[in-house]
């Protein structure tokens, strides 16, 4: 059974940092492309950042590059999502997936379309 643990979340002032971490188990990690994204009341779930487990290929959203840093540690399968100077547009539940890569031209890609595999969330309130 495939699960993907998010922590981490909580309370933080304006401009403050905290990190998320999703643990995944039951799948072939290096397989993955890791993800968060957030959602708040009323709006779509939306991608905050995206990294291949393989070879750290990352994408941000323009709204947190910068900002946000993610990180893994394929031996322990884990996540890292750290967020610094926070706004309280941060204020979302966020969400770890998982996305299964694959090959094309020779050439492996793991992004965060398509998700196999979500998360429960954990809430981030950011207050000014």
């Known amino acids: 059974e495939v699960q993907l643990q998010a922590s981490g979340g909580g309370l933080v002032q304006v401009g403050g940092s905290l990190t998320l971490s999703c643990a995944a188990s039951?799948?072939?990690?290096?397989?993955?492309?890791i993800g968060w994204f957030r959602q708040v009341p009323g709006k779509e779930r939306e991608e905050v950042i995206c990294?291949?487990?393989?070879?750290?290929?990352?994408h941000y959203a323009d709204s947190v590059k910068g900002r946000f840093i993610i990180s893994s540690d394929n031996a322990k399968n884990i996540v890292h999502l750290q967020m610094n100077s926070l706004k309280p547009e941060d204020t979302a539940v966020y969400y770890c997936?998982?996305?299964?890569?694959?090959?094309?031209?020779?050439?492996?890609?793991?992004?965060?379309?398509?998700?196999?595999?979500w998360g429960k969330g954990t809430l981030v309130t950011v207050s000014s």
């Open positions: 997936s998982a996305s299964r890569g694959y090959y094309s031209g020779g050439h492996f890609y793991a992004t965060c379309y398509g998700v196999e595999y």
């Open positions: 039951g799948l072939a990690f290096d397989d993955y492309a």
């Open positions: 990294m291949s487990s393989r070879d750290a290929t990352t």
